[in-house]
């Protein structure tokens, strides 16, 4: 016995010699996002294996099939809801994380390339719910799919065959489920793979960002990971499975009917939530007809100046008040995506006049806009990069997304309340939660 427990601290002490020691500041869920998707995709891993033992990706089967799971396997109605709100679930925490990395400046050298591999990453985790999407072959699924598809004609036919190719082959209902499946269960796995190893080595040279205000490298508390670090990773990936069990057992998720070409004409093509808000932008006015180009465009630059948001913001420290326009453009970012989310379920297939486009977004910018830079003003003391002008609460990025998606959910009052009363709920709302936060960063100087 003694024997064992001398290998056993043996091969601990290796294992934290091999490992970089978790900082304590860092013992907080948002700090640990990036591993739950980790667990989030190993799940998926798990269960989409489960399911490909009775899923037949042929256009003739693949309702059926998917249908047969639902309702005569054992658990398969759990497994396929688990499967789906847990691919709901990772793409929701994917765009917190990407937020909460952007309100606290995690990108700053010398962590950009994080930034980079992780936005890659994101774009890999919207590419399995498009292609995931499809695989039950329901009249919305498809229907919605082939509507994402035909956006590609658009584009300079030089720039997107290749794309189409892939994506729907010869361009029958067949070749375009099998491409489907096979890049949702092979291609997409594997660059994930990839990236995810290059990301989580770069993590491991870097580690992780120390709190907005504390000098990076400032020699902070440190724990092992084993025991603690490994003890605190498997409570919240319990908590995770076991809340997404509990959901999958209470809401079971419904499969729609299947696609055929008469059912096909009496459904509006929708895509899934977290493509909504792209959905709102082509189903303003001004973007009608061959004028989709344009929306297009400026949705492929919103991500690519995500992409380049270290390239963009190089100046200066990482509290808020050091960064107020960069800090402030995030915050109309992730409200206004939040709005149209919700904007664009309330009105399925609504054309919206360009004029309200105009006022409700571009209200609520201006608005939001001017309440976060007074809410952020404050005067500096301190060199760049000093101690004192840093100092923010460690819990500012949170905050802040709750401030934006507060203030999106109060936007819905132009909907129907009114639109004067909700710009003063936001600004307000906004203009307070950003007050107090300067005021702690002022108290913790």
């Known amino acids: 016995m003694s024997g064992l427990s001398e290998r056993i601290r043996k091969l601990t002490e290796e294992g934290n010699r091999m490992l970089r020691p978790i900082p304590n500041f860092s013992f907080r869920p948002d700090y640990w996002m990036g591993a ?3 667990l989030g995709f190993v799940l998926q891993g798990i269960t989409g294996f489960l399911l490909l033992l009775y899923y037949v990706p042929t256009p ?39 937020f909460r990395n952007f309100f606290v400046g995690s990108y700053k050298k010398p962590r950009e390339g994080m930034w980079f591999y992780g936005v ?67 291609l997409l796995p594997m660059l994930l793979a990839l990236f995810l190893l290059i990301k989580l080595y770069t993590f491991e040279v870097h580690g992780a960002a120390p709190p907005v205000g504390q000098a990076e490298g400032s020699g902070a508390e440190s724990t092992p990971w084993i025991p603690d670090g490994i003890l605190y990773v498997l409570m919240l990936g319990l908590f995770y499975t076991g809340g997404l069990l509990l959901i999958s057992s209470m809401f079971p998720a419904t499969l729609p009917p299947a696609y055929s070409v008469q059912s096909a004409m009496t459904v509006t093509p929708e895509p899934d939530w977290y493509f909504l808000w792209i959905y709102q932008i082509l189903k303003l006015s001004i973007f009608g007809g061959p004028n989709v180009i344009y929306a297009l465009t400026l949705v492929t630059l919103l ?63 201006l608005f939001e806009g001017i309440a ?59 203009f307070s939660s950003m007050s107090s936060l300067s005021r702690i960063e002022e108290g913790r100087k």
Do not use: C
Not at 61 to 81: C, F, K, R
Not at 306 to 314: E, H
Not at 411 to 425: D, N
């Open 36 to 38: 739950l998707l980790v």
């Open 60 to 98: 003739d089967q693949a309702w059926a099939s998917t249908n047969y799971i639902v309702t005569s396997v054992p658990y398969g109605s759990l497994l396929y809801t688990f499967h789906l709100y847990d691919a709901y679930a990772i793409i929701l925490i994917a765009f917190l994380h990407m």
């Open 120 to 186: 890659i990453l994101g774009l890999i985790t919207l590419g399995f719910g498009f292609t995931g999407y499809l695989l039950p072959w329901t009249v919305i699924s498809k229907s919605a799919t082939d509507v994402g598809i035909g956006m590609l004609n658009y584009f300079p036919a030089s720039l997107t065959a290749g794309i189409k190719s892939i994506l729907v082959g010869s361009g029958t209902d067949a070749a375009e489920l099998t491409r489907f499946f096979a890049i949702h269960v092979m």
């Open 303 to 365: 991500f690519v100046l995500l992409f380049l948001v270290p390239v963009i913001d190089i100046r200066g420290g990482r509290a808020p008040s050091e960064r107020p326009v960069v800090f402030t453009l995030g915050m109309i970012v992730a409200t206004s995506l939040v709005f149209l989310t919700i904007w664009a379920y309330l009105t399925p297939g609504q054309t919206i006049p360009f004029y309200q486009a105009v006022l409700y977004i571009g209200g609520i910018a």
């Open 372 to 430: 976060a830079y007074l809410g952020l003003r404050r005067r500096r003391s301190g060199g760049p990069g000093g101690g004192g002008a840093a100092r923010a609460h460690p819990s500012i990025a949170m905050a802040v997304l709750a401030a934006s998606i507060a203030g999106a959910s109060a936007s819905l009052m132009l909907l129907e309340k009114g639109y004067l009363i909700s710009i003063f709920l936001i600004a307000g709302f906004v």
